[in-house]
């Protein structure tokens, strides 16, 4: 998997297609209303085609959606979500405008100039390796607290601990693969006392 620098911003490429002008812009979302409101500030200029998608998260927390605003079905979004997955890009937004230049391009053409402009943008991009982790947070009861802590910390990174007078909340970040082990081992030792209140994703 792989994500746009930090320091990478919002980039913008334009391509041209029998006189139609597609205008890509390309940034980091980490849910599905930043990627709304990414769609919401790009400049349409009164374009009819405002089309977009995004791909969050990882595993399955992962969501991805994508929008033909207008275009014939399937022929705007699905090839921008596809240039995203195809390059395994996450926690990322495409939104691409058109301005109409008076030939039409029918339904092939438009699914190549969709594709092609959000690869143009992706292109033009400064793409990492991403490590994905889970975060996890849980509370056991405080008799099983300290040898939890201890396991919790030769598992992974221990985010935080708050006590509490009858148990301890843990928030842990482990490797995503190792998820499945963590939750097993807490619940064992606790024998099944422990509760599991939230999992997550992020990449680093």
Not at 69 to 97: C, F, H, S
Not at 159 to 165: E, L, V
Request: charged content about 20%.
């Amino acid at each position: 998997m792989r994500v746009l620098d930090s320091d990478a911003g919002e980039i913008v490429v334009t391509t041209t297609i029998k006189k139609s002008r597609f205008v890509a812009t390309l940034a980091t979302v980490g849910s599905p209303d930043e990627a709304a409101s990414l769609v919401d500030r790009v400049p349409s200029d009164g374009a009819n085609h405002v089309c977009w998608a995004y791909v969050i998260g990882a595993g399955p927390h992962q969501k991805s959606r994508s929008a033909d605003a207008g275009e014939p079905a399937g022929t705007a979004g699905p090839p921008i979500l596809a240039a995203l997955t195809g390059r395994q890009v996450v926690n990322a937004a495409i939104v691409v405008v058109r301005y109409f230049g008076g030939v039409k391009l029918g339904a092939g053409g438009l699914i190549r100039a969709y594709g092609g402009s959000a690869t143009a943008v992706l292109d033009a991009a400064h793409l990492r390796d991403a490590t994905l982790s889970s975060i996890i947070r849980l509370t056991v009861p405080v008799d099983d607290s300290g040898r939890i802590a201890t396991d919790l910390h030769s598992m992974g990174t221990v985010r935080s601990t708050d006590y509490g007078p009858d148990a301890v909340d843990f928030v842990v970040q482990v490797p995503f693969d190792a998820e499945d082990r963590v939750r097993d081992h807490v619940l064992s030792v606790t024998s099944g006392a422990a509760t599991v209140l939230e999992s997550t994703t992020e990449f680093s």
